[in-house]
């Protein structure tokens, strides 16, 4: 072989290794920009699980309130807009803005017990309240686990080298999921305390405690101070 065919083979094998290394790694970074992509669908998928759980409690919450405090009809109608609104909407950012405006509204609407007595003593709206405490449990670590999931897809998609890769097959940043009012366990829970708390102490006329009265009262005074040994959150 001569000197000439040498060179030529060992000029071939150094441009091949120039274009086989980089393609190599390219596809490996692409590979993984596309798994932690996935990764952050799949954890939105579970928030929006826990979303439509809320969705579904809210129609019987609605009707159940408006038994009792028929002129709120302003809320009914905000919550109502904010359900459908969420449910038209695409995108993330479009489906985390409903429901932090819905977030607003229902956390009024749970208040509004505090202004009727016969609300707050009503069992379908008590049974309403604990499975949306649970929901609103449940929903708070969804948005938690994918925050933190979002958080590590951006940083690497904004970390060089990868952010060539992410730009160039048009990887973008995640929004978040950040709560604008907590409907945390432990705010319904605050809420039915100063309800409870209220009822037994704070009366505006000397007449006799009802014996549902009391029985609810202990109820919520139990339960919050279950929810205290529960939850950091937890504020009197």
Sequence with gaps: MSNGVKITLIVI?????????????????????????????SQWAQVENQLKRRYDLIPNLVETVKGYAKHEKELFENIANARTKYFQANTVKDKVQASQQLEGVLSRL??????YPQLKA?????????????TENRIAVERRHYNEVALGYNTMVRSF??????NSFGFRQKAYFEALVEISPAAVVNARFVIARKSLF???????????????????LFECAYAVTRSRDFRL
């Design 161 to 166: 080298p990868r952010n060539i890769v992410a």
């Design 110 to 115: 749970l208040m509004l017990q505090e202004n």
């Design 122 to 134: 009503n069992e379908s709206f008590l049974k309403l309240q604990d499975s949306l405490e649970g």
């Design 13 to 41: 094998l150094a441009l091949s290794t120039l274009v086989v290394i980089p393609l190599f790694w390219g596809v490996g970074q692409y590979n993984h920009v596309v798994a932690m992509d996935e990764q952050v669908k």
């Design 202 to 220: 704070k009366r505006k006329n000397s007449r006799p405690i009802e014996q549902y009265e009391i029985r609810n009262a202990s109820t919520c």
